[in-house]
């Protein structure tokens, strides 16, 4: 495998583990989508053909079920929307719960602005098809358009492709789950009939025993038939809609991240069957595997085929049947209810989206993702007003008349087709404006967040680079390798941010590898479980991350106690669904500057792309300093002497034939003539001799200047035994990362051999850096060497230890009364011991003191020691 392939993948799909179940959803939705509206064509022909009587004489075809002297006697069409829609509100409920518990909608900020779209497009549609039927008879009716049919949502969305960005596919399935849950409580609330105390308390008491049942993890599916086909007939005979039965008992079904144990015990249970083939071992495999999946995922698998393929597509053959006769159509055509509908579903559903989006966004409830436009929610907002499945149960409720009731359903069959249509063109549209819209997202959602997030470095950096990661994965293990280089190049100035991405189907213990990081992190250890479980990626079995936790000196039962029990699934969930709404298809991924790094993930790769997206950071405003002046031909400071040269008073004679300061791994690069043109075009030439100053201590702020012939010296702190910290030649230019700052200058920058510089403003600069992207990687790049090597020289004592230690303090007070400035490295930062092996020293000989100047090492020195070697006394 080549470097750039090296990325582990699952299944070979690239796409993460956890997207498998998504994708295997949308696939079973869209068929089933196709099966749905092939039934409700069926259903118009059957209805509209010469043998169309016979299409109302089948569904009211009576069924009677007794026993004794009691008998449920329904027709066909009340057996399919009474008894079998329960199962279709049966899985919408499932996901409903898994989406509360562990999915889109159980973090706040994410479910907020789908939720509030959600809520504003059931109560706009309803408001716009009240305002057609008010006093009217069908005002009873606004149920019928405030839901969205699922999936025919998601069918349409398949068939649409690349023109849907999958951020949208996201929010539409989350805002599609808050939508039925809006659309349950209304049936719930709204739509039942008279109330029967008894046996709804007989239903209560029956759900309770079901309630019982789980307690003691009883999992068979007769018991809970039996006991479910009774609440069923009691909630009928209540007067609530028995379909709500469904909803019930799946939002009390559990939902959660399969348990570690479970699965173990699972995996022990098989290999004892291979071991020992036998019925006793594969009835107990069997059973341990069954249980291992959480019980919501397992029904939900077992009806979604069911629902999706049978029991949708047969309601739509028993309720769309509406006979188009010229009468019917013109009642329609006029109908206050059949316009309500139209108007409800295609225009109030996406004014209520968009406008619920907006508010969510202006109020700061929460964040969009990134690559979502006003299109692409247009496009998906229109296409939400397909209310299908639901649309037409509620019609079932709302109307006796069956004249008015036709009426209403062939205004949801005409909105479904208008909405289908407006939303399908508009995507479209929005793809073709824009090539890329369709294309997998590379923006890091959400951003950083210091207070969530793992961060290694100073959170203020200005660098960030983000890893998507599982510990299991030998691809990311190689990959901190280069992640160690990175922080050793740019120190305080790079952020690492780790986010987890487990690959569960390829890597088994990656799960509890992150959630035991997790446990880690609840007691402040994090960093050092991550190093840890990088160091021993062959070991990690439960037994192993004990090890590991008792190794880093956590508090073992608290630690086994939060493994345990799944208390950080969440938050590994959340990170995935992180991954997922920002593109990542494979481990490890790195966003660099909130942007996917593409290509291979060496550390000299990595650095040059950090350093090209450092001057967003580096130049994060208009500059504040000093205006360019006039009268000096080019904004130079002002300061002459008698002779109108730009004076440097109090500087040291400094010969003019100083050396060029040698290049340190591109400090001091060399322009090329094309270079040197493309800052001509901004920038102005000046005429410069031995004395001019560039820039001086105190300034408020410095220009950029190129050195087109002579010499300039940078000279830094007076008094030392070489003030001059480097000499530039010619095609050279001056600066460092404080260039765009609002600091004041301290150093000056001195002409010591005549010749001609080129000046340029700081938004001259910002221009150029704008256009010549190889021009601002360049300059960026030497920048960032400048400030490493001016932070190696501008600390006289680099002092290893405890920052609370009496010692430490000690030697610290010292340096600073003899004007001696300190590096300090605090080792209860985690320090790595490699440092101290490096120094050939232990945590016994702390504090140490290196002395840059002389490259000495001194273990737990004292004054006069210190003083030997610097060459000063007490």
């Not at 991240?257 to 107990?284: G, K, M």
């Not at 031909?633 to 500087?651: C, I, Q, T």
């Not at 960032?784 to 010692?807: H, K, M, Q, T, Y």
Request: net charge negative.
């Amino acid at each position: 495998m080549t470097v750039a392939d090296s990325r582990s993948t699952a299944g070979g799909t690239g796409l993460l583990a956890r997207m498998a179940p998504l994708r295997r959803h949308l696939r079973t939705e869209a068929g089933g989508a196709g099966l749905l509206l092939a039934a409700t064509v069926i259903a118009l022909l059957w209805a509209n053909s010469p043998w169309g009587d016979s299409y109302d004489d089948f569904w009211h075809t009576p069924v009677r079920f007794g026993a004794g002297n009691s008998e449920l006697s329904l027709d066909l069409q009340h057996w399919v929307n009474d008894g079998l829609m329960t199962f279709f509100f049966f899985v919408v409920g499932l996901e409903v719960k898994r989406e509360l518990s562990i999915g889109e909608l159980a973090d706040r900020r994410r479910a907020a602005v789908p939720a509030l779209a959600a809520l504003a497009g059931l109560v706009v549609p309803a408001l716009v098809y009240v305002a057609f039927n008010l006093g009217g008879e069908g005002v009873a009716a606004w149920g019928v358009v405030i839901s969205t049919d699922t999936a025919f949502l998601l069918g349409v969305l398949a068939l649409v492709g690349s023109a849907c960005p999958p951020q949208l596919r996201v929010f539409l399935l989350a805002l599609a789950i808050a939508d039925d849950v809006g659309a349950l409580a209304a049936i719930a609330l709204f739509y039942t009939e008279d109330l029967r105390l008894l046996p709804l308390g007989l239903a209560v008491l029956v759900l309770g025993l079901m309630l019982g049942l789980r307690w003691l993890n009883v999992w068979r599916g007769p018991a809970y038939l039996v006991l479910g086909t009774i609440a069923w007939v009691a909630l009928y005979l209540s007067g609530v809609h028995p379909t709500l039965l469904g909803v019930v008992i799946a939002l009390v079904t559990p939902a959660y991240i399969a348990r570690r144990e479970e699965v173990e015990d699972a995996a022990r249970r098989t290999r004892a069957y291979l071991q020992s083939p036998n019925p006793e071992f594969a009835h107990a495999a069997r059973l341990s595997i069954e249980r291992s999946v959480p019980p919501g995922e397992r029904l939900q698998r077992l009806w979604q085929p069911w629902t999706s393929f049978v029991i949708v597509p047969l309601f739509a053959l028993a309720n769309a049947g509406v006979t188009l006769s010229g009468d019917t159509l013109r009642a329609a055509a006029t109908s206050s209810i059949t316009l309500g509908v139209v108007a409800g579903l295609v225009l109030g559903k996406l004014v209520g989206i968009l406008l619920g989006t907006v508010l969510a966004v202006r109020l700061r409830l929460g964040d969009l993702a990134p690559g979502l436009t006003g299109s692409t929610l247009a496009g998906g907002g229109a296409l939400s007003g397909i209310g299908f499945t639901i649309s037409l149960f509620i019609v079932d409720l709302a109307f006796d008349d069956e004249q008015l009731a036709d009426q209403a359903r062939v205004g949801v069959l005409a909105a479904s087709l208008l909405a289908m249509a407006i939303g399908t063109s508009t995507l479209l549209l929005a793809a073709r404006r824009s090539p890329g819209t369709g294309s997998r997202p590379d923006l890091l959602h959400p951003a950083v967040d210091a207070d969530r997030d793992h961060i290694r470095g100073p959170a203020e950096a200005p660098l960030t680079l983000v890893e998507y990661g599982d510990f299991e994965c030998p691809f990311c293990g190689r990959a901190t390798g280069a992640v160690d280089e990175l922080r050793a190049r740019f120190g305080d100035r790079l952020r690492y941010v780790f986010r987890h991405a487990p690959l569960t189907d390829v890597h088994p213990h990656a799960q509890l590898a992150a959630e035991a990081a997790e446990a880690a992190a609840g007691q402040g250890r994090f960093w050092e479980m991550y190093d840890r479980l990088y160091a021993h990626q062959e070991q990690l079995s439960t037994t192993d991350l004990l090890d590991h936790a008792a190794a880093i000196g956590l508090d073992l039962p608290r630690f086994a106690r939060d493994l345990g029990a799944g208390s950080h699934a969440r938050r590994i969930g959340q990170d995935v669904a992180s991954a997922e709404a920002s593109g990542v298809t494979g481990i490890p991924t790195f966003f660099i500057g909130g942007r996917r790094h593409t290509g291979t993930h060496d550390a000299d790769t990595l650095a040059a792309a950090l350093l090209a997206s450092a001057d967003e950071d580096a130049v994060p405003g208009p500059f504040t300093g000093a205006a360019p002046d006039s009268t000096t031909g080019g904004g130079l400071p002002v300061g002459s002497d008698e002779h109108g040269r730009d004076a440097v008073v109090a500087l040291p004679d400094l010969p003019a034939d100083l050396p060029e300061t040698p290049d340190r791994g591109g400090d001091h690069p060399r322009l090329t003539d094309a270079q040197i043109s493309r800052l001509e075009r901004f920038g102005t030439r000046r005429q410069v001799v031995a004395g001019d100053v560039l820039y001086r201590p105190g300034d408020p702020g410095y220009d950029f200047h190129v050195i087109l012939s002579g010499a300039v010296a940078v000279v830094g702190q007076l008094g030392g035994t070489d003030p001059v910290v480097r000499v530039h030649g010619e095609r050279r230019f001056l600066g460092e990362l404080d260039l765009f700052s609002s600091q004041p200058v301290s150093r000056t920058a001195v002409v010591i051999r005549a010749g001609e510089v080129l000046h340029l403003s700081q938004d001259q600069f910002r221009r150029v850096l704008a256009e010549d992207t190889e021009l601002r990687e360049l300059v960026q790049r030497a920048f960032l060497i400048r400030r490493a090597i001016r932070f190696e020289l501008s600390a006289d004592l680099r002092i290893i230890g405890r920052p609370g230690s009496p010692d430490t303090r000690r030697l610290r007070e010292w340096a600073r009364e003899h004007d001696l400035t300190t590096d300090l490295v605090d080792v209860e930062a985690g320090t790595d011991s490699a440092l101290l092996d490096e120094l050939g020293v232990s945590e016994a000989d702390l504090p140490v003191v290196v002395v840059p100047r002389t490259g000495t090492t001194l273990r737990h020195p004292d004054e006069a020691a210190l003083g030997r070697i610097l060459g000063s006394t007490d």
